[in-house]
């Protein structure tokens, strides 16, 4: 077996900080597009954040969008182009603070496009804020003694969340802390595009992901982090999924 | 307007209620799909305007509309669709404000739609139609200039329009400017490389500046070419009233009503307010003593005048800020008043 880039993405390096997941799952994307054989079909959707360059490493059409409004900008594609195939990539902060109503009411209605939303409990791009993710007790830029239960609620968990929404498909967290963990991954990221390509309706994975840097750890410190402390949180499974009667 | 822009050919329509326009959305969403078009209701002006930029990207005609409080909203949209050169129209009828304000008509929106609204330098085209058949003329032509210029066009009207009925004749439609092909469409890479909408310029730290280089020249390339404006009676006028949108119907009244009595007014009415047409001003300059304007809001296109005559001649003010209007006895008086 010969391990080479997929097609759809670049041969390129990233600009990400060693032991960050995003290179991971835009790996898994990138196989999966591959092997799905609809790089040609898909648009992408760019988030504000670290993965705000995503098209400098993927190879097909993206659109960068505006914070939190990728689900509106997928709506329109989508619907404007139903035999594409049409993805967001969200962080944390993207899709569970600004763009909250943008991600609820796209899932509600249906929306027949593939949602990869990358969890990694704090705000990367701007330095390490407290994400709507972050855990109780973690310690952040913005929450220096650690998140307060009382003053800054609990973590948002987006899977619970949207399992109570009918329009909803398919929706299963995943981690990518580990090499089995992440072909669980892949396997739920290849099923949400096959969801799109079978017209089910919206698919969400939450990949549970690495932030290193401002987790102030070291990559083998913050693989232990989501193994030992955010899966305890945001428990991996599959939260809905209308193929399973 | 919906049956303008359908005819246009726009087929993609994102919007949000809000009072004085809720006629818009509601002619949309049965009209438009029977012409194939997609309607959608979403959940907040963000959403609706953020499904614009997706549907231009997709390569549709689009449209989304709202008034005041909701145009506030969708300012973070029109910034990224300005900067990501993509055509959309959006249609402001406006209402009184500041804040929750009113929902009588007002003009208050003027800095917001020719000044800017969103963040950065960009400009957006603004239409000012002062009747019905004027407003089905325009969307018709907004989608063109959006086109043509690959640039939000804003279709700046008011509650009186938004509420107004009025007989208008139906005309095909016919593009009064030229439309380039779309070769930034997003539509799968098939037999093609993969394109790319974005607004983020970070390296090399001068790209931004390039780039805004870039749409300052597209901006006075627009500014030397798109200007419509309006005279009446000016040939001769010794005050000159300016007035934009239904405030200019209005005064047409009281100019009639004071041209009866001898006096020498006329009035100039500016149809697009970016570009401002400041020739026009600047043509009947040497003739004029004096010029009046009158506008719902208590002193914002004003500005304008004063700079497109660099303030070379006495400028008068009639404003009625809050969601009122200038009656024409109110402007007549007025006329009487500054007329010497």
């Known amino acids: ?245 | 307007m919906c049956q303008a822009a359908i005819e246009a050919g726009c087929r993609f329509f994102a919007g949000y209620p809000i009072t004085p326009q809720n006629e818009v959305p509601e002619y949309m969403s049965s009209h438009l799909p029977e012409a194939g078009g997609i309607f959608i209701q979403a959940e907040s002006e963000l959403a609706a305007i953020n499904m614009i930029f997706g549907a231009s990207a997709a390569g549709v005609r689009c449209m989304t509309s709202s008034s005041s409080p909701g145009v506030s909203l969708k300012q973070e949209g029109i910034s990224y669709i300005a900067a990501a050169e993509l055509p959309c129209v959006i249609a402001n009828m406006q209402r009184g404000g500041p804040g929750l304000g009113n929902i009588r008509a007002s003009q208050g929106d003027y800095f917001q739609a020719v000044k800017g609204g969103g963040h950065g330098d960009y400009r957006i085209i603004v239409l000012a139609p002062s009747t019905l058949p004027e407003i089905y003329e325009l969307t018709m032509a907004a989608f063109d200039y959006a086109d043509h210029y690959r640039n939000p066009v804003l279709i700046l009207g008011d509650g009186i329009l938004g509420q107004m009925a009025e007989p208008i004749e139906l005309k095909p439609y016919k593009p009064v400017v030229e439309l380039p092909e779309k070769d930034y469409i997003l539509d799968g890479c098939k037999g093609r490389e993969p394109r790319i909408v974005k607004t983020l310029l970070l390296r090399p730290a001068e790209a931004l500046v390039e780039f805004n280089e870039y749409l300052k020249v597209k901006y006075a390339r627009i500014e030397s070419e798109l200007k419509l404006c309006e005279q009446y009676l000016t040939e001769d006028a010794e005050l000159v009233v300016a007035a934009y949108g239904i405030t200019a119907r209005i005064a047409i009244d009281a100019i009639d009503a004071a041209r009866e009595k001898g006096l020498k007014v006329g009035l100039i009415r500016p149809i697009t307010l970016w570009p401002f047409p400041n020739e026009a001003f600047k043509e009947v300059v040497g003739r004029a003593k004096k010029f009046l304007v009158v506008e719902m809001s208590n002193g914002q296109f004003v500005d304008d005048v004063k700079l497109a005559i660099d303030c070379s001649r006495p400028v008068e003010f009639l404003g009625t800020g809050g969601g009122w209007y200038p009656t024409p006895e109110k402007i007549f008086e007025k006329i009487e008043a500054v007329y010497k």
């Open chain 1, 1 to 245: 077996m010969k391990f080479k880039k997929p097609e759809s993405l670049y041969d390129r390096n990233t600009h990400y900080c060693p032991g960050c997941g995003h290179g991971i799952v835009h790996r898994i994307i990138g196989e999966v597009i591959d092997e799905l054989g609809i790089r040609e079909e898909t648009i992408g959707t760019a988030p504000v954040g670290c993965a705000v360059l995503l098209y400098d490493y993927f190879n097909f059409d993206v659109i960068e969008c505006a914070h939190g409004r990728p689900p509106a900008v997928a709506t329109a594609m989508k619907r404007i182009h139903p035999d594409k195939i049409v993805f967001t990539y969200q962080g944390d902060g993207d899709l569970a603070a600004i763009g909250t109503a943008e991600m609820i009411h796209a899932a509600n209605r249906g929306e027949n496009f593939t949602t990869i939303f990358v969890n990694n409990a704090i705000y990367g791009m701007t330095g390490g804020q407290m994400a709507p993710t972050t855990l109780v007790g973690q310690r952040t830029t913005t929450t220096q003694k650690g998140r307060d239960l009382i003053k800054q609620g609990p973590p948002l968990k987006v899977c619970e969340l949207l399992s109570s929404l009918d329009g909803v498909a398919y929706l299963e967290r995943v981690a990518v802390s580990t090499a089995k963990d992440s072909m669980k991954a892949k396997k739920a990221i290849k099923k949400a595009f096959q969801n799109q390509i079978d017209g089910k309706g919206y698919s969400l994975v939450e990949v549970l992901s690495m932030c290193p840097t401002d987790w102030k750890l070291s990559p083998a410190q913050a693989v232990g982090f989501v193994n030992d402390e955010m899966k305890k949180v945001f428990k991996p499974g599959v939260y809905k999924d209308t193929d399973v009667k």
